[in-house]
């Protein structure tokens, strides 16, 4: 047999020479596939560094303010970056003038489309394109783009998540220009399109997008800190910013076992596979030699990266075989998110042309480590100074100090806000496993940082200790200088030296919500303790004892979330419990938190979202999570019952078979081990058949009206409680059947081989 294989995006076609082999129900079996495989070569793609740099690449199909200096008209150019640095709004006027500039520019690079490129709360981004041609009455065509297509589009609302703000009948809807994040060209294999980043609202004005409270958050907590730093006397001060590096973690597998999986294609997880005789125990795999064919996709990823100018920096293997991680350098919040969502899209897209599958999936692979999307966070003011820098003498630095003891305040007060912000159906199956912090939201502060405030709780502040060396006992080599703290990899939130690391956050969602979440609870604590602390000096308090009294009280009410130890221990899920902190569990257990009347409150009252914009998140969530556990589902059901179930009782006829042949031909002869074989293998299958039944009976359940689903909440609970459980039952019949049916029949790529052949 031969066969030409060309992935999408790829000029290097394969022709692939094989003999098929068959097993007795004339499939071509697994071992096809990984002769297939085995013919993958690295791609080339052209990337040569020597004679275009990575500088002159980098940014070049981004409209930034270096493109912008050259297109623009100089006063209208110094007026956008005022505006832009100062926050302000742009002038309607300048429009026209950005239009035509950014349309010259476009259509000189190739672009022949333009779109507003948007979040909405399905998770992913939209776009619809629309040509820059406009026809002309002597049947020619301008190339034309006015201000009024920059600033506004018009999706069709309805056909979008909206959790019950609008009605499907009612479609009006806008989109608009977010002028804040650089319009880039995404370039396809036939063209180039220009993007425009954009908010999108419904015709009433709620927000329908992620992006929109994203943008109300980062102004809730400019205005709170600005305020803050202002009532210590840092009058100098203008803006805060927010600062997000997120990491990204994510699998690559060979695209040939991808399509061979169903599991994969609709779910992005495996929903079967038996643990492999060879996992993450030997360490092996992280931060190894990285292998030619996976280093070509990142550098073809990286290069379409640096074209749109995001700043990606370190790649390396991580922990789980197959499993790998992209990191990019700090930027701010709504940029970083933009580029994380670029990012997701270049992976995939890279991937395909590679003959590879890239997945986000929080847990594709069962019993292996799953991928999260480290969410370093931080605050930083206009003249560029780091507000979470502790310096030498953390101490004796009020500014930090005072910052610290609100952020502290906003993880224990509104813990389960941070929860719910990454709760999905997705990452349920990542919190508490290896590389990923259990779902009880804690701060770690490192050893320097915790007894810094033991010491003002406790009114016994210690000076400062000698900084250490660490010798490693070679004369030749240097001496090494530690951090005042070490890393803590079992905290969902920890202090990282002048940074928080949020590491709960899932591998495949946007970081915008979870950042909205945090810059909220933030910026709230913020105006608390700025309120507090004006409190003391209206009553005649010196500013600096203000401060230290301020800093005493809500340390001492909030130093229950600090926990410096290992977060997967059984000891700390007691010591939490004792403490009072929330552990939701699941998705199911973790949403409420969204919707009570003190999440709500703490939304309006930061400007961040109104209450119906809250409820319909929360529906939306829950929406996501059942369709999502009822594809899943489906799936399970699917495949157990016309892949594994047919494969495991074609090996059960081979056996029977044979062990009445074999009696045949040795006289009726007693054959104890097949025999037994058998009776185990009959055993398993009814295990199966059995579990297949449950898990369909509760599919039906999920249904029907009377079984009590009265709202989206009961209704996910029930899959939470029910439809999972039965899942659970029929995987893991079927898994141990995988270990005991002949390898020529199993019918899907396993894990030994789709982790470790690419």
């Known amino acids: 047999m031969t066969k030409t294989l060309q992935a999408e995006g790829s000029t290097t076609p394969m022709t692939i020479h094989s003999k098929p082999i068959k097993n007795s129900r004339g499939g071509t079996g697994r071992a096809n596939l990984m002769q297939s495989v085995r013919q993958h070569r690295p791609q080339t793609t052209g990337i040569d560094y020597t004679t275009t740099p990575v500088t002159e690449i980098y940014g070049s199909n981004v409209f930034n303010r270096v493109t912008m200096r050259s297109y623009l008209p100089k006063s209208i150019y110094k007026a956008i970056v005022s505006a832009l640095d100062n926050g302000e709004r742009l002038d309607p006027s300048m429009a026209d003038i950005v239009a035509n500039a950014m349309k010259d520019w476009a259509v000189e690079k190739g672009a022949t489309h333009f779109c507003h490129w948007f979040s909405p709360l399905t998770g992913l981004t939209a776009e619809k394109h629309d040509a820059f041609i406009t026809p002309t009455a002597d049947d020619k065509a301008l190339v034309e783009f006015s201000g009024k297509f920059l600033v506004q589009g018009e999706p069709d609302a309805s056909s979008f998540p909206s959790g019950g703000i609008r009605s499907t009948f009612e479609a009006r809807g806008y989109t608009g220009w977010d002028p804040t994040s650089p319009a880039f060209i995404m370039e396809g294999t036939n063209g180039k399109t220009l993007c425009i980043p954009s908010v999108f609202c419904s015709y009433s004005g709620q927000a329908l997008d992620k992006k929109t409270p994203l943008l109300r958050s980062l102004e809730a907590i400019n205005k709170q800190a600005v305020r803050l730093l202002h009532v210590l006397d840092n009058k100098t001060v203008k803006r805060v910013s927010c600062t997000v590096g997120p990491e990204q973690e994510y699998f690559l597998i060979d695209e040939t076992f991808y399509l061979a999986r169903p599991d994969l294609i609709n779910a992005g997880r495996a929903l079967f596979g038996a643990k492999p005789p060879k996992g993450q125990e030997m360490e092996d795999h992280y931060w190894g030699t990285i292998r030619e064919r996976v280093l070509a996709f990142m550098m073809d990823a990286e290069h379409e990266l640096y074209k749109l100018g995001v700043p990606v920096k370190t790649r390396h293997n991580e922990v789980a075989p197959g499993q790998f991680e992209v990191a990019p350098i700090f930027e701010s919040s709504n940029i970083a998110c933009d580029h994380n969502m670029l990012l997701m899209e270049i992976f995939r897209k890279t991937a395909l042309k590679h003959g590879l599958r890239c997945l986000l999936h929080e847990k594709p692979f069962s019993g292996i480590n799953g991928s999260g999307k480290h969410n370093n966070w931080s605050m930083a003011d206009d003249q560029g100074n780091n507000l979470l820098e502790p310096g030498s003498t953390p101490h004796e630095n009020e500014q930090f100090l005072v910052v610290l003891t609100a952020i502290i305040r906003a993880m224990n007060k509104y813990g389960g806000l941070l929860r719910a912000s990454i709760a999905s159906a997705n990452n349920d199956h990542r919190l508490g496993a290896n590389e990923a912090p259990p779902a009880i939201m804690s701060v770690y ?134 403490r009072g902190l929330p552990n939701a569990r699941n998705t199911v257990e973790a949403l409420p938190a969204l919707v009570t009347a003190e999440a709500k409150a703490l939304f309006t009252r930061q400007g961040v979202l109104k209450e119906d914009e809250v409820e319909s998140r929360y529906n939306i969530m829950l929406e996501a999570y059942c369709k999502t556990i009822n594809i899943e589902s489906l799936l399970t059901a699917e495949i157990a019952s016309t892949m594994i179930l047919p494969a495991a009782i074609e090996y059960q006829h081979q056996l029977a078979s044979t062990i009445v042949l074999t009696k045949s031909a040795i006289g009726g002869a007693q054959i104890t081990a097949e025999e037994g074989m058998l009776r185990d293998l009959c055993h398993k299958i009814s295990e199966l058949h059995n579990a297949i039944e449950v898990l369909n009976s509760f599919i039906k359940g999920s249904k029907d009206d009377e079984n009590g689903h009265s709202d989206v909440y009961t209704h996910a609970r029930y899959y939470q409680e029910r439809v999972i459980t039965a899942m659970n039952e029929v995987r893991h019949a079927a898994d141990e059947l995988e270990t005991v049916v002949d390898d020529s029949l199993w019918p899907l790529p396993k894990f030994r081989e789709m982790l470790y052949i690419y």
């Open 445 to 578: 502060l490192g050893d320097k940082l915790a007894e810094v405030v033991k010491g003002i709780v406790t009114g016994k502040v210690d000076g400062q200790k000698a900084k250490r060396v660490i010798e490693i006992g070679v004369s030749m080599l240097p001496e090494i200088s530690p951090d005042e703290s070490d890393r803590n990899r079992t905290s969902p939130f920890a202090f990282t030296g002048n940074k928080f690391e949020f590491r709960a956050v899932g591998s495949s969602q946007s970081i915008a919500w979870p950042n909205t979440i945090l810059n909220t609870i933030v910026a709230d604590s913020l105006q608390y303790v700025a309120d507090a602390i004006e409190a003391e000096t209206k009553k005649g308090t010196e500013l600096k004892k203000a401060v230290q009294a301020v800093v005493k009280k809500v340390l001492t009410e909030n130093e229950r979330v600090i926990f410096n130890g290992d977060n997967y221990s059984e000891v700390w899920h007691k010591e939490a419990e004792k």
